[in-house]
């Protein structure tokens, strides 16, 4: 197992392209289950997680080939067989073959997903509203297994707006009997990317980007060629790297639209932004302000995948900020880290903590605990005076490709170890 070892106080410069987004690519990637013929997705991270989920639809016959951040299926061999293994129990997203399966065989029977440690993750969601679709749950503690004689669209309120629900429930509908309306959809950027690639598949959806999709069934899907959208949360992350080390970036790949919460909370730090079309440019900014509170919600509130690196930003803020983490009660476990380093805080609850700013870091070793703890850890690192040791990078891995080289490029001191 690796780790980082960061010499932090560098100031980021130049220009740096991200990478395909990891939440719609996955979702994209359990779609063209669906579609006949062969599908090619383009601009794929390669990820640990994209890995993982390729392996595991190969593993159930579709033919898969991951090169160039091109992945090319072919699912026209793919067989039915319980979703089982490694794998799937060490990776959440695993969840997103449940719609895609049921809708094509039927049945499905997958043992329950695992992955980050962020707190009670229930999969109620999912199986709620399948079940609306017409599916009957057969109980067993350890697996979900589901089974329909034929779905059919119907008016759906989720039971709660969640992301991976909402993408399993249209990836079941859009070739299910009829019309499904889906109320409290999630609209986060990669729900609507999904939305875009079944359309272009020849699925209709409408709605996209609202909490309210309307799919008319339709029988087959075909393949096509789709390029996943840019990864918001990456350019989030390389955002504050720049604003925390006094910094001058440009980054690009991204649709600033999709981070419009995010970067109002930037403003309000008085951090140094121009947008333009189709990147966001960091500029050396004054003194840094604390926010009275940022509160984590579903889009287009604050991305609860970057409170965790804002926080970071927050321990350079003058003065005292509130994190309000909504969704996940594990979320703000990170903040031990950062204490090591230096930073300080006050947690009210699990969901709410104050952080008191600006702090000067100091590099000691740490861990990362999720995918963005972990970044949160690395920005850390880049603000810190000395050297930071950071180890568990198996999870930053999951979800940032070559995050290293990429700050490399920026004129950071980071190497792997
Ligand atoms: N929840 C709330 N309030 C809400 C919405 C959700 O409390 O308004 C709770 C739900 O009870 C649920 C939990 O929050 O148990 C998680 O929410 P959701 O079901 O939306 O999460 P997910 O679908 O399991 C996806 C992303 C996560 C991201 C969340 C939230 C993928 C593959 N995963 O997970 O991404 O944190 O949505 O936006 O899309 C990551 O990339 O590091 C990651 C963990």
Redesign the pocket.
């Known amino acids: 197992m690796g780790k980082f070892i960061v010499n932090g106080g560098k100031k980021l410069k130049g220009e740096i392209k991200v990478s395909g987004s990891?939440?719609a690519a996955?979702?994209v990637i359990c779609a063209s289950l669906l579609c006949s013929g062969t599908t090619v997705i383009k601009n794929v991270p390669d990820i640990s997680d994209i890995r993982s989920l390729l392996k595991i639809i190969e593993s159930l016959g579709c033919s898969v080939k991951f090169q160039n951040h091109t992945v090319t299926i072919n699912s026209a061999k793919l067989k039915y067989a319980n979703i089982e293994g490694e794998l799937v129990c060490k990776m959440?997203?695993s969840?997103?073959l449940l719609g895609p399966m049921l809708a094509r065989f039927k049945k499905v029977n997958m043992s329950y997903p695992g992955?980050?440690v962020?707190g009670?993750?229930?999969v109620d969601?999912h199986i709620l509203a399948l079940k609306e679709l017409g599916c009957k749950i057969i109980d067993d503690s350890q697996h979900i297994i589901l089974v329909t004689s034929q779905l059919k669209g119907a008016d759906i309120i989720m039971s709660?707006?969640?992301?991976?629900?909402t993408?399993n429930l249209i990836m079941a509908a859009v070739t299910a009997k009829g019309k499904t309306v889906i109320r409290l959809a999630?609209c986060?950027p990669?729900v609507q990317d999904l939305c875009r690639f079944l359309n272009k598949c020849g699925a209709k959806i409408k709605g996209i980007g609202t909490h309210e999709l309307v799919i008319e069934g339709i029988k087959t899907l075909k393949s096509c060629t789709y390029s996943v959208t840019g990864d918001y949360?990456e350019a989030g992350t390389f955002a504050i790297a720049a604003a925390i080390t006094g910094g001058d970036i440009k980054i690009t790949g991204i649709n600033p639209h999709d981070l419009d919460s995010f970067l109002q909370a930037l403003k309000e730090t008085n951090v140094n932004i121009e947008i333009c079309k189709s990147c966001i440019c960091i500029k050396p900014s004054k003194e840094l302000k604390a926010v009275p509170k940022i509160r984590t919600?579903?889009y287009p509130s604050f991305?609860?995948?970057l409170q965790a690196p804002f926080a970071v930003l927050l321990t350079q803020a003058n003065g005292e900020s509130k994190i309000y983490e909504?969704?996940?009660e594990g979320r703000l476990n990170y903040l031990f880290e950062l204490e090591k380093m230096g930073a300080r805080f006050e947690i009210i609850n699990p969901h709410q903590a104050i952080i008191k700013g600006p702090r000067k870091l100091k590099g000691v070793p740490i861990s990362s605990w999720?995918?963005?703890a972990g970044a949160a850890m690395i920005l850390a690192a880049l603000c810190a005076e000395g050297k930071t040791e950071i180890d568990n990078i198996e999870y930053i891995d999951r979800?940032y490709e070559k995050i290293e080289k990429k700050l490399q490029k920026l004129g950071a001191d980071i190497v792997r170890i």
């Not at 709660?160 to 629900?165: D, G």
Request: net charge neutral.
């Open positions: 990891k939440n996955l979702p959440r997203a969840i997103l992955g980050c962020l009670k993750r229930p969601a709660e707006i969640s992301v991976t629900a993408e999630a986060e990669h949360l919600a579903v991305p609860t995948d909504t969704l996940f999720d995918i963005r979800g």
